[in-house]
């Protein structure tokens, strides 16, 4: 019988701007740029920590991402903890970033352990802590916490 195990691999993206989201990227979630190329104008990157590839940034885009077409919801990452989470924020804020409230928690978004934005081209983004909080806040609205935008 062979492994059925199957995970999630590297993901992917269209971008507008390659030297912009490979930017933000690498500063919001403080990876690294592991590879890049601009030959014959075909410009990609890639980016992860300690050699293992996570996100794919291809620049052949001629507009921001449309939420309004079948496709990508949101891109989640996960972090360890609610001081991992309250990093990525502070990080996140530095570069700007348009922080949302989507899980009906008022105050610090942590509280929830967790928090979406987007990225310079309109991708939403979720980054969650795995240990949430002793007593995370309970979510209000229909649906999931990431639901409709």
């Known amino acids: 019988m062979t492994d059925q195990s199957i ?3 590297h993901v992917g993206l269209n971008v507008t701007d390659l030297d912009r ?17 601009d030959v014959d104008g075909r410009r990609y990157g ?20 449309a939420a309004d077409r079948a496709g990508l919801h949101h891109l989640s990452f996960q972090v360890a903890d609610v001081p991992a989470l309250n990093e ?3 990080r ?6 348009d922080i949302r409230d989507d899980n009906g928690v008022p105050g610090e978004l942590a509280a929830a352990g967790q ?9 939403r983004l979720e980054v969650y802590a795995v240990q949430r909080p ?5 979510a209000t609205g229909d649906g999931p916490p990431c639901g409709f935008f």
């Open 7 to 9: 995970t999630t691999g």
């Open 21 to 37: 989201s490979l930017d933000f990227y690498r500063q919001a979630l403080d990876i690294e740029v592991i590879g890049r190329s």
């Open 46 to 65: 890639f980016l992860g920590r300690d050699d293992l590839l996570m996100i794919t940034l291809w620049q052949q885009s001629g507009a921001p991402f």
């Open 88 to 90: 990525v924020e502070r």
């Open 92 to 97: 996140l804020r530095g570069l700007g970033a």
């Open 115 to 123: 928090l979406f934005c987007y990225d310079p081209d309109g991708i």
């Open 134 to 138: 002793p007593r995370p806040a309970t």
